[in-house]
């Protein structure tokens, strides 16, 4: 069965420090990848997605960047975090399996930058 | 731009009872619509998806209904229990020429409070 794994949990960081989070996907192959922000009283918005290594695709101008370095392996990054980047973060797989296609959810990041 | 709405915000409602969630989109052309559930501090569990060309999908307890050309979709769930309380977030998939990236839009969700 396929799984989703994102770390960390919970990450507290001051204003200005950089940020790593990751997301792995095990028990599929060539799934397409997204980050998603949930922040407080908002709905979820999507950040960036990949359909596939090396594919990147920004819906949102921001300070955040996002890259794939193995087929099931999706990073967050930022260089300087801002106070504004506070929130929950979650990373999601797809496949497209006959004639559909499914969004699963990690268990999410809750990011505060302080 | 696809908006969806759903209502009502929060519904707090005594165990036992049978309660339907609303979900509403402005632009009819989907792939498909899916239900989620989110527990505090959590991520998101997939409850059902339905097709576009799908009238409803069922799931234990769970019965979720679209009606694509009024933009509008229903999760009913029967004899609601308190371990039913979370958030319920409807998302839709857009329609882009038979493939999808899976760029879902959600709505801002509904919170729901089944209280023994």
């Known amino acids: 069965s396929q799984t989703i794994h994102q770390w960390p949990a919970t990450l507290v960081q001051p204003v200005g420090s950089p940020l790593s989070l990751e997301c792995t996907v095990e028990g599929t192959s060539n799934p397409n990848l997204y980050w998603y922000r949930q922040a407080a009283g908002r709905g979820l918005q999507l950040l960036f997605y990949?359909?596939?290594?090396?594919?990147i695709s920004s819906e949102v101008p921001q300070n955040l960047s996002a890259s794939r370095p193995q087929d099931r392996q999706f990073i967050l990054s930022s260089k300087k975090l801002l106070l504004s980047d506070s929130g929950f973060y979650l990373c999601?797989?797809?496949?497209?399996?006959?004639?559909?296609?499914?969004?699963?959810f990690g268990q999410g990041t809750r990011l505060t930058v302080v | 731009k696809q908006e969806v709405t759903q209502i009502p915000a929060a519904l707090s409602v005594p165990e036992g009872e049978n309660l339907v969630l609303n979900c509403s989109f402005t632009?009819?052309?989907?792939?498909?619509l899916q239900w989620f559930r989110q527990d505090p501090g959590k991520g998101l569990t997939s409850l059902l998806l339905i097709q576009s060309s799908q009238r409803e999908q069922t799931s234990g307890r769970l019965n979720a209904s679209l009606d694509k050309s009024s933009g509008r979709s229903t999760l009913y769930i029967a004899a609601s229990q308190p371990g039913d309380s979370a958030t319920y977030l409807c998302?839709?998939?857009?329609?882009?020429?038979?493939?999808?990236?899976?760029?879902?839009?959600f709505g801002q969700g509904t919170i729901l409070t089944v209280h023994p």
């Open positions: 998302a839709v998939r857009p329609y882009a020429g038979g493939t999808s990236y899976g760029k879902l839009t």
């Open positions: 632009d009819s052309a989907i792939y498909n």
């Open positions: 990949s359909v596939g290594i090396g594919q």
């Open positions: 999601a797989w797809s496949v497209v399996w006959g004639r559909t296609t499914e969004a699963f």
